[in-house]
């Protein structure tokens, strides 16, 4: 069932948070305490990293009214749960589109690696018509964030507008390899 959600102000962060489970059968106890996260935006489900189900994390958009306070009480009930923390990162939206209805999965890419260039370079990359784009499957979501007070790193979540019922995607099909490779950690929703 598709939620119409109004939103009246923009995205103004994006917040990461990356943590290890204590263990992978703690994933759906985690799940259900980072569902429990009330803001503008809908909640975006725990996320689990397709190379160690230990290794999950959350994301967050948050508009100039909400401050990170909900992010910290999040800590506190997760805490039990977690291994270990990776430190709390901010980004600067770039993008932030979804559609009408909620995602039926997502999948997030991150690294601290590659440089974020601004101005016309970026436009360049842009299709400019549809007919450019129109073999493409509908997103849900798009969220593109650069990390604040460095240069380096990206954060890019994708909610697959499919059907629910539809089966998902095989993460494991990734090129994981290259990524590790490369630095970069990849996460999907496992319900």
């Known amino acids: 069932m598709a939620t119409a959600v109004r939103i009246t102000s923009p995205i103004t ?14 994933g759906p106890a985690a799940a259900r305490i980072a569902a429990s996260f ?3 935006e809908p909640t975006v489900p725990l996320l689990t990293s397709i190379d160690d189900p230990h290794d999950v994390a959350a994301v967050w958009a948050l508009h100039s009214d909400e401050e990170t306070g909900a992010v910290a009480a999040q800590r506190d009930k997760l805490d039990h ?3 270990s923390w990776r430190p709390l990162k901010h980004y600067e939206p770039r993008i932030t589109e979804r559609s009408q209805g909620p995602p039926a999965h997502y999948r997030l890419a991150v690294t601290e690696s590659g440089i974020n260039a601004m101005g016309s370079q970026v436009q360049a990359a842009t299709p400019r018509t549809l007919s450019a784009v129109s073999t493409m499957s509908p997103l849900g979501l798009l969220w ?3 990390p604040l007070g ?11 507008a499919d059907d629910a019922n539809d089966a998902r ?12 490779y490369l630095g970069v950690r990849i996460y999907a929703s496992v319900a």
Request: overall charge negative; charged content about 15%.
């Open 13 to 26: 962060s994006l917040v990461l948070e990356e943590f290890r489970l204590r263990s992978p059968d703690f």
């Open 150 to 160: 460095t240069h380096a790193g990206l954060l890019i979540l994708l909610g697959d």
């Open 144 to 146: 593109i964030g650069s």
């Open 169 to 180: 995607p095989d993460p494991l099909a990734w090129p994981l390899p290259l990524s590790r």
């Open 38 to 40: 009330s803001g503008v």
């Open 81 to 83: 749960l977690v291994a």
